[in-house]
Structure formats: C-alpha cells, structure tokens
C-alpha cells in the first residue's frame, strides 16, 4: 500500500491537488465515509487544540522508539524479570506454606514448631535467610542514619 | 479415593508450562490431597530454545538462555530428575532410567524432538545448523571470521506428510539475520548468500516457505537484500571433503558453510514405543487434532515437537496447546469426557534481520498474513527473548 500511495505520489508530479484525485484509496468511497467519520470524530479535538497533545504524545513514543536499543530492553527486561520472579515466588510461598499450615487440624505449639524448626534442615535455612535479610534492613538503616560530612 | 498421578514427561517449554498449568487448573484436587502433578525431566537445565539462534550471531551467552528448571516450577509440582526409557501405554507404566516403574493415571508428552543431521550422508561432518547450542556456537565461530565465498543455506523436512521441520520461520529469519551480520562485519559484498527450499514442503511444491503468502513475498524481500533463492533443492548427501551438497533433483552445489536445518526424530522413548506410524522412523506421535490426545489412548496427551499435526514444532505451538490440554484433562476428570477443542494456533514474533520483527499468528485454517518488518516489532522480540519467555514457562502469561 505505501508503495502504491508512494508510486502515485511521483506520477502526480509534485501536485498535492493531483495527489489526492489520481490516488484510488482516497477516491474509494468506503476511504472516504471513513475520513469523514473520524473528522467528524476529531473536530472538536482540532478546534481545541487538544489534538496536539496527541501528537506530542506519539511524538514521545517514537522518539523512545527511535531511542531504544538492545542493551536498553536487556536492563529493562531484567528488571521485568526480578520483579515477575519475585512476584512468582512470593505467590508460591504464601500459598504452598498457607496451605500447609491450614491442613493441620490443631496447629502445633510453640514447643512442638521449635522442635520441628530444629529437626527440618531447609527451615532453619529459611529462617537463617530471615535473619540474613534483617541484617541487611539493619545495615541500611544505620547507614541511612548516619550523617555524612560536609566536603 | 485414591489420589490421581498426573505425569508429564520433558522440562522443554511444554512441559514445563504445562505442569504449572495443570497445577493452577487441578489447584482444589491438589489442595485436597486428590491430585498430584510430576513432571519428569533428564536435565536440571531449562533452556529457552529459540535463543541458540541467537548464539550463531553472538548475541547471546548460555547463562542468559538458561535456567535451573526447578525455579520455573510452582511447588506443587514434584519434580524427577529421570530419563523416562519406555513407555507403556496400555498399562499405564513409565520404565525410568533410575530402574523405578512409574504409574500414572493421566500422561502428557512432551519430549520435543532431536535435531539428526546423521541421517543425511555427509552432513553431520561438514553442516552446521542452529538448533543446539554447541553446534550454534560452532556456527558463530565460522560466520564470524568467513571473509569471502559462498553461505548455502538449505532445509530438510520430515519424510512424515504435511509435518513440518523444527520452528518454520527460523530458516528465513536466519538468513537475514545473516545479511545483517555480514553487513556489520564489512565482508557482506563478498560473500555470497543462497537460500534454498526443498520441492516438497508439506502440502505446498517448489515454494521458499511453509505457506503460500508468506512464500510469494519472499523473493522481494531477498531481492532487495541480494540473497540468491531457488526453490526444489533437497539435500541428499553432502561431501564433506570437496564441499558439495547434492540434491535429489541432481544438481551439485559448492560451499563453503553449508547451513542446514537437519532432519529430526522423536526422542528414542518415544520411537521404540512402537506407537508411531510415522514413515523413515520418525516416531511422532498420532495425536487427536482438536483434543490432542493421544489416538487410542484418552488418559495421555502429546504436544509440541511430538505431535504428528500440521503444525509448527515451535514454543509458540506449546503456548496454545497447554491450557487445552489442561482443560481436557480437567474435564476427564471431573466430568468424565473432554471438554475444550485445539484450533491450531500458533503465534510468534519472527526475527526479521538483527534489528526487525514481525508478529505473527495461524491456525489449521488460517495462514500466516505477511506484514511488514517493523523495529517496534524487533524491541517485542528482543523483550520476550530477554524477560517474557520466563513468565510463560511459568505459567504466568
């Protein structure tokens, strides 16, 4: 199609009025039921101006097109992927853990889960990485506390 | 009541989908202690396939294509790290390698398929093609230092009819990734490309696709990059010391990288399961078309690769197949009878040249509708090949 619209540009000899009457897709009637519908359509979006938003929008998205590269989706498509996987896991955890724990019918006591804790290696690894992970809230936290010198 | 086993065999992106599926599908059977999902696999390893192509250009390592499969899996899945050896469908058995004999009451297979460049003489010796990783990267090493002389780029079909070779659109999104490539490496002027077709490619005769439409804006496309293109070479056998590639049709052609897509085969579990009537020991399973059951057997079902359907051996396949399939099982087991219907769609984003895309979508009626190759389309490649592929294997999108 571009090229046809293209092939009858050269033929029109630089002629925007001849353009329009030698081009078939614009002397197609449905062409031009449609056109007349979305002008109908755009109308008070052009008198207002507020069409130009559109455009200046469009504008954007092609221009980050234009801008896009392979080591910029790589980047982006990781962190798409942290945050899918996190939220995979998460997911999974609540609900594997959540559906265990609700299958027992009296739940375990404090000395009961202690003794459990102690005898399944992969929940004291588990708890190992809570205790890891709070270490780490706390680093931050000290150093976000701290208050840095004036250079 | 005793509880439901519910095997899948093979960690491809089928499988792996598939056990994830069937988990959120048969959730209330699985909670309640009814149901239990297995899927067995003889590799820790998932490999996101469509990326060794990727490894002929250089454009991507093994770590980003892979990952352990048991992060992909939910937890409910029980995973096996075992080769199945045989299947018994009749009594409902799987022999594994370990020497366990495995029950299940529903089965799905999907154990893809092997690349065997063996059976054409000459070839494993002096082809390379892109559907492995190791021979990708051989690939890679040659394309990357070939200063002059001649790509010849062919495509081997099952002998199977109306079956297609491994993921229809790789062999023409190769060759212009290739163009590309040759051009960023300044040596594109002397080396020259032909791409070649088979005279049988399933129901169609002397085209250079799968498809009639796609086939008939091919020559343009080449044209327009000066890829040479002929229609009705078969390889028959390859010399791989004077470097010739010979047709059925009878005609000798000299190269100096020969890129083919090889002949393949169902995985040897599959073959020796006496089951296929596939022509030139093939193995592909006869597989329902709307319910994709396997003929003659309701509990098991067969997707991807192993499917003996006109239809793509592609992710994208997969991707359609896995929620029927869990929908059929589903209903086998709470109502007794299947109760969704497979229309043979497939959809994908082919790799036009190392910067373009092109999405695209079929069914058994519908051909694919050719459209121009576009960046936009490009970028949703490279974002699925770098991130949403995962979620899929997941099971998420």
């Known amino acids: 199609m571009t090229t046809q619209l293209a092939e009858t540009r050269k033929q029109s000899n630089g002629s925007f009025e001849s353009f329009l009457q030698d081009n078939p897709q614009l002397n197609d009637a449905a062409t031009q039921d449609g056109m007349a519908a979305l002008v109908e359509k755009l109308a008070p979006l052009l008198q207002g101006e507020r069409f130009h938003n559109v455009v200046d929008l469009l504008s954007a998205v092609s221009d980050v097109v234009d801008m896009a590269d392979d080591a910029m989706v790589q980047k982006m498509m990781k962190g798409y992927e942290e945050l899918a996987t996190g939220a995979f896991n998460l997911n999974n955890l609540m609900r594997y853990a959540g559906a265990q724990a609700g299958a027992e019918k009296d739940p375990p006591t404090v000395w009961q889960s202690l003794r459990r804790l102690n005898a399944d290696a992969d929940a004291r690894r588990g708890l190992a990485m809570a205790l890891a992970m709070l270490g780490q809230l706390g680093r931050q936290a000290r150093r976000d506390a701290a208050t840095l010198p004036e250079n | ?397």
């Open chain 2, 1 to 397: 009541m005793s509880i439901q086993d519910i095997v899948v065999v093979g960690g491809g992106i089928g499988g792996t989908m598939t056990a994830n599926n069937l988990v959120t599908k048969l959730y209330p059977e699985i909670r309640a202690g009814k149901a239990r999902v297995s899927l067995i696999s003889n590799d820790p390893w998932h490999y996101y396939k469509p990326a060794f192509m990727y490894v002929a250009f250089g454009m991507f390592y093994k770590d980003e294509l892979r990952r352990p499969l048991h992060s992909l899996l939910k937890p409910e899945v029980n995973l096996l790290l075992d080769s199945v050896e045989g299947f018994d469908f009749k009594d409902s058995r799987l022999r594994l390698a370990s020497g366990e004999n495995h029950h299940y009451d529903y089965l799905v297979v999907s154990t893809g398929c092997i690349p065997s460049p063996e059976r054409i003489p000459g070839l494993k010796e002096a082809g390379d093609h892109f559907y492995q990783h190791d021979p990708a990267m051989q690939l890679y090493h040659k394309l990357s230092t070939i200063d002059k002389g001649r790509i010849f780029i062919g495509v081997t079909f099952p002998k199977t009819p109306n079956v297609p070779h491994q993921c229809g659109i790789a062999p023409m999104e190769t060759t212009l990734m290739l163009d590309d490539f040759l051009r960023k490496r300044g040596v594109r002027d002397k080396v020259e490309i032909v791409y070649t077709y088979p005279t049988v490619s399933q129901l169609l005769r002397n085209c250079l696709f799968l498809q009639r439409d796609v086939g008939e804006v091919l020559p343009s496309v080449f044209d327009s990059k000066d890829i040479r293109h002929q229609t009705g070479f078969t390889l028959e056998r390859v010399d791989p010391d004077a470097k010739v590639a010979y047709s059925e049709e009878g005609e000798a052609v000299e190269f100096d990288i020969l890129m083919q897509t090889p002949p393949i085969r169902a995985v040897d579990a599959v073959l020796d399961s006496g089951i296929s009537q596939a022509p030139n020991n093939e193995g592909w399973l006869p597989t329902n078309r709307e319910t994709l059951q396997l003929e003659g057997f309701a509990n098991v079902f067969v997707m991807g690769d192993t499917v003996d359907l006109p239809i793509s051996k592609a992710g994208g396949s997969c991707h359609n197949q896995s929620p029927v399939i869990c929908d059929n099982l589903a209903g086998l087991m709470r109502v007794g009878k299947t109760v969704a219907v497979y229309d043979g769609k497939v959809q994908a984003i082919a790799q036009m040249g190392l910067d373009a895309g092109m999405p695209l979508w079929y069914d058994y009626d519908d051909d694919v509708m050719p459209t121009p190759a576009t960046k936009i389309g490009g970028l949703m490649r490279k974002a699925f090949n770098r991130g949403i592929y995962w979620s899929v294997a997941r099971g998420m999108i």
